[in-house]
């Protein structure tokens, strides 16, 4: 089965790496979870393209977290739980899109959810090139 093409907003099903689990010498995340694709570009010196994704996650976020609330017609729409749920807009990782950590021919096995609304997307795009700008982004490059 060929995979699709990466679509800017999915959320896909990825061990997503955060900072403090990299800062301890982990490769891998913890677990896998909901993340949406934030960009995806393809390189031009070997045509691989690359995805920077961002995690979903029910945890409250903490004074140094810059997150958004996923509006709860989005959680069902996504089929995620009936929980609150919070896109984490300054931690991110950077993931060839041909990397095993996001597959689409599992049987039986969501991998993607859906595409979070264009105004959504937005707001944490601007987000991110705001951190971005004041060097917040925590951005893990996962191995191909």
Same mark, same amino acid.
């Given at each position: 089965m060929?995979?699709? *093409?990466?679509?800017?907003?999915?959320?896909?099903?990825?061990?997503?790496?955060?900072?403090?689990?990299?800062?301890?010498?982990?490769?891998?995340?913890?677990?896998?979870?909901?993340? #949406? $694709?934030?960009?995806?570009?393809?390189? /031009?010196?070997?045509?691989? $393209?690359?995805?920077?994704?961002?995690?979903?996650?029910?945890?409250?976020?903490?004074?140094?977290?810059? *997150?958004?609330?996923?509006?709860?017609?989005v959680?069902?729409?996504?089929?995620?739980?009936?929980?609150?749920?919070? $896109?984490i #807009?300054?931690?991110?990782?950077?993931?060839?899109?041909?990397? #095993?950590?996001?597959?689409?021919? $599992?049987?039986? /096995?969501?991998?993607?959810?859906g595409?979070?609304?264009?105004?959504?997307?937005?707001?944490?795009?601007?987000?991110?090139?705001?951190?971005? /700008? #004041?060097?917040?982004?925590?951005?893990?490059?996962?191995?191909?």
């Amino acid at each position: 089965m060929k995979k699709p *093409a990466p679509e800017i907003g999915l959320v896909v099903r990825y061990d997503f790496l955060w900072s403090h689990e990299r800062e301890k010498g982990f490769e891998d995340g913890a677990k896998e979870r909901p993340c #949406a $694709i934030v960009t995806a570009v393809t390189r /031009k010196d070997d045509g691989v $393209i690359e995805v920077l994704v961002v995690p979903v996650t029910h945890s409250p976020p903490g004074d140094d977290t810059t *997150a958004i609330e996923i509006p709860h017609k989005v959680g069902q729409h996504l089929g995620l739980d009936h929980e609150r749920s919070y $896109i984490i #807009a300054n931690e991110s990782n950077t993931v060839s899109w041909d990397d #095993a950590g996001i597959v689409p021919a $599992i049987p039986g /096995k969501q991998w993607a959810y859906g595409r979070i609304p264009k105004p959504l997307y937005e707001r944490l795009r601007s987000a991110m090139l705001e951190l971005l /700008k #004041a060097r917040k982004l925590k951005t893990a490059k996962r191995k191909t």
